[in-house]
């Protein structure tokens, strides 16, 4: 369907048309002073300047072109040169009745020319803890992931584990410590390898911090580790079976954690797949004349002009060598292109990679990686942090783990929902953790991703205020009156409002179009919380003051129901969209 604002601009543009102003001027915004009128025109402010002529004699011949049009209950002149509109009862019910009538997806059209888009997010890095640090990029990621999908776009998302680092080196060189005896360090062996990891992954998250704290103390281990790491690098067999057998135990346990979030990716690729594509890649840079030596490196410059800060040259081999972060996302991009050939890649990522991403992406397009043609993004997100300001920690004051953190919130929530004393335990346990998933993406999502946030438990998992549960609490209420009231099909129409709140949801329910569309277009989750807050309380408001199962015109409580569960459907498929689900009760 066709937005809503859409539709009453192409009028009031066919106004000024007709009045004998440029079209240009026919500009309509929902109104900031909702107190006196629902949209507003601000053009024969702007007309003024070029027709010599005062703004409010504009405003009053366009509102005359105007004021036949059925669309508009009032339409009207306000000094200095305001076009204040409101629309009739009746055209707003035939909208949200048409948005009912959509039951798959409520009116939003998928885009027109859809694109291919890939997204780099979770970016959790093997062997060692998933953090709260990973948190934001899945749970942002996914949104943005589903709502493209939405939207129509062919969506690829990618983990892009960190696989290829000293972290591999200083596993293998604890793990050389205390079996000495397995295979995979005789340089001599040329068998098969076992299949069976010769580890669990409680051994290997405990290895990890065991040999990085060595690491900084014990010089000698330290060497032993990044000669570990070269070798793997080099292709040292044993080394090789020893991180399939790291990256397959950490991965299944990733998936684990990620299912828990409801994350899902469509591949698994890590950095240690892009290795392949370095040695070409490098030696193209060099051929093309990019790439040249600087104190021993070998670099590209990525600055540009119009630089206002220092953009250092984008490192693409250390002097010994030895390749960087930077060469695997580049060798990435040439894997991406070269397989899937995306219109945009989107990486989901710290904030405090912006740096690092902007000489990555100049370098990709100088060197000609990525063609004009394809689009890269940052979505860079801030740091969550503890009530005290700092970024987030345990009790204990350590680094909070995923897995702990999503414990937390369940039993905070289920403590509540015993409370309530309602849902045997299984019930309730099975409640706790879908409404505690929308405590903590709730939480998340709701703050724009760049700026940095509190995640405050007490506040996210409230049943009121601007919060995950609120949003179910509401989305279970539309399903118990609709459950109550016995009514699967409404075939209907929602009739004009009876009431100012009924008017005032089905006005917010008019919004979802471009809600959805400014989310998709600005990659901002944010924009969807904040529509389904307001809808929320919209919804609220009016339940509050309708009696709804109790009214007695059969037609006007049907058309009631209807609404309910339009909302209860916008709802809904708008929490789908940010990645949580409702339960059945609460
Ligand atoms: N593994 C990285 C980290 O933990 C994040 C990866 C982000 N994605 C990328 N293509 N560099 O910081």
Known sequence: MKEILMQIKEVVVDGFKAAGYDEKYGMVSLSNRPDLCQFQCNGAMAAAKEYKKAPIAIANEVVEKLSANSMFSKCEACPPGFINMNLSDEFISDFVSAMADDSERFGVDKVSSPKKVMIDYGGPNVAKPLHVGHLRSAIIGESIKRTARFMGDEVIGDVHLGDWGLQMGLIITELK?????????????????????????????????????????????????????????????????????????????????????????????????????????????????????????????????????????????????????????????????????????????DKRQELYFTQVFRCAKKTGIVPDSTNLYFVGFGTMNGKD??????????????????????????????ENGTMNDEDAAKTAAIVGLSAVKYGDLSNQASKDYIFD???????????????????????????KAGVSSFDGAILPAHSDSERALQLELTKFMAALSSAYEEMAPHKICAYIYDLANAFNRFYHDTKILAEEDEAVKASYLKLLWLTRGVLEKAIELLGFNAPERM
Not at 289 to 317: N, Q, R, W
Not at 457 to 480: H, M, Q, W
């Open 177 to 349: 410590l205390r079996k000495p005896e397995l295979v995979y360090f005789d340089e001599n062996y040329d068998g098969e390898y076992p299949t069976e990891a010769p580890f669990t992954i409680s051994e290997l998250e405990e290895i990890y911090p065991c040999a990085s704290g060595k690491s900084k103390e014990d010089e000698a281990y330290k060497e032993a580790a990044l000669k570990a790491t070269f070798e793997l690098q080099h292709g040292r067999r044993g080394y090789q079976a020893l991180l399939s057998h790291i990256l397959n135990v950490s991965v299944n346990d990733l998936k684990r954690n990620y299912e828990k979030l409801d994350v899902t990716f469509d591949l698994w690729k890590g950095e240690s797949d892009a290795q392949p594509y370095i040695p070409d890649m490098v030696q193209k840079m060099k051929d093309d004349g990019f790439a040249y030596i600087s104190e021993g490196a070998l670099v590209v410059d990525v600055k540009e002009e119009t630089d206002t800060k220092e953009v250092p040259p984008c490192m693409i081999l250390k002097s010994d060598g030895a390749s960087l972060y930077n060469t695997t996302d580049l060798a990435t991009m040439v894997w991406r292109m070269k397989d899937y050939n995306p219109d945009s890649i989107v990486y989901v990522v």
């Open 389 to 418: 300001g700092k970024p987030f920690k345990t009790r204990q004051g350590g680094v909070m783990r995923l897995e702990y953190l999503l414990q937390e919130v369940e039993d905070k929530m289920l403590e509540k929902i015993k």
């Open 457 to 483: 438990i007490d506040r996210f998992t409230s049943a009121e205020g601007n919060t995950g549960p609120y949003i179910l609490y509401t989305i279970v209420r539309c399903k118990s009156i609709l459950t």
